[in-house]
């Protein structure tokens, strides 16, 4: 499951506490569920004018994880008036929640599109119709490669580069794609990366590195190189297999697909070279510059 946090955003009366009580009834408390975070954070310091750079960028840092859907609730104005009035409170009036209101609108328009992935906006009224179009999108994203996520988030970002982007899979054998390993512009390179890490691997568990042969909780099972790829490190913990991956740069439009699937194939080989069977293997990239354009 690789979207386990949900931040519902968006003004008073906007339905969010029903929708966070409504997710938690329907998955028995599943997600880990957040009533406002940074985006509501960035609205009231554009509305106050306070300093916003901090939580512009704490906001973010939060989408490129790629582990959280940002909920943005905005019924109809209308209804959410009516609501106000009907409901009262200490903070707003009917003139106050316009202008928050408001607020929300354009700052979620204007940072982000409709087809950007972890961020959604939920205009229905209907209690049950938004618990679907929430676990809908999350299901949606959970099963979605890796790389097209990664790809989406920076393309529907209109920037040319996103900085410290992340995304974790789930490596299943049934999902790898071997012939990745044939494609052309990357096969010798990737060769080199299998040779290079399963050697070290041989070598950790041989002692030929230390005095000390290793054992598979190793914290030595590692690769490095100043290319794209450039630090793989596999550790094996709470009886689970993690191949985190740090990548320099990427490009997200041609060699990133090729470059996850490739990663997906050496965590589920390191798996098979420790001789372990049916444990969860999870493949943890970052990607320091996820760009378009070289």
């Known amino acids: ?71 943005v609730m905005l019924p109809p104005l209308v209804e959410v008036v009516k609501r106000i009035n009907k409901r009262g409170d200490n903070l707003h009036d009917e003139n106050s929640i316009v202008e928050v209101w408001n607020s929300f609108d354009k700052i979620t328009k204007t940072l982000f599109t409709k087809d950007f992935p972890n961020v959604i906006v939920v205009n229905s009224i209907d209690k049950l119709d938004s618990v679907k179009i929430v676990l809908d999108r999350i299901d949606y994203l959970n099963k979605l490669k890796g790389s097209n996520l990664i790809k989406r988030l920076v393309v529907e970002s209109k920037k ?101 699937e490739f990663l997906k194939i050496l965590a589920y080989e390191s798996a098979e070279e420790l001789q372990f069977k049916h444990i969860p293997i999870t493949l943890n990239l970052h990607i320091r510059s996820a760009h378009i354009i070289p």
């Open 160 to 260: 040319n580069e996103l900085v410290n982007v992340s995304c974790l899979s789930k490596v299943n054998k049934e999902d790898l794609d071997y012939s990745v390993l044939d494609f052309e512009e990357e096969k010798e390179y990737y060769a080199k990366i299998r040779n290079s890490f399963f050697n070290n691997m041989f070598k950790e568990f041989s002692g030929f590195n230390t005095e000390i042969p290793q054992t598979h909780e190793s914290r030595r099972l590692i690769y490095t190189d100043n290319s794209c790829i450039s630090m793989i490190h596999l550790l094996f913990r709470d009886n689970k297999l993690d191949l985190d991956v740090t990548m320099r740069s990427s490009n997200v439009i041609k060699t990133l697909w090729a470059d996850y």
């Open 1 to 71: 499951m690789r979207f386990t946090n949900i931040c519902l955003e968006g003004p008073d009366c906007s339905g969010k506490t029903t929708l966070f009580n409504n997710i938690h009834k329907e998955t028995d408390y599943k997600y880990n569920i957040q009533d406002r975070s940074c985006l509501s954070m960035y609205v009231f310091s554009c509305m106050y004018k306070r300093d916003t750079k901090f939580w512009y960028n704490k906001l973010m840092s939060d989408i490129k994880k790629l582990d959280t859907l940002y909920v």
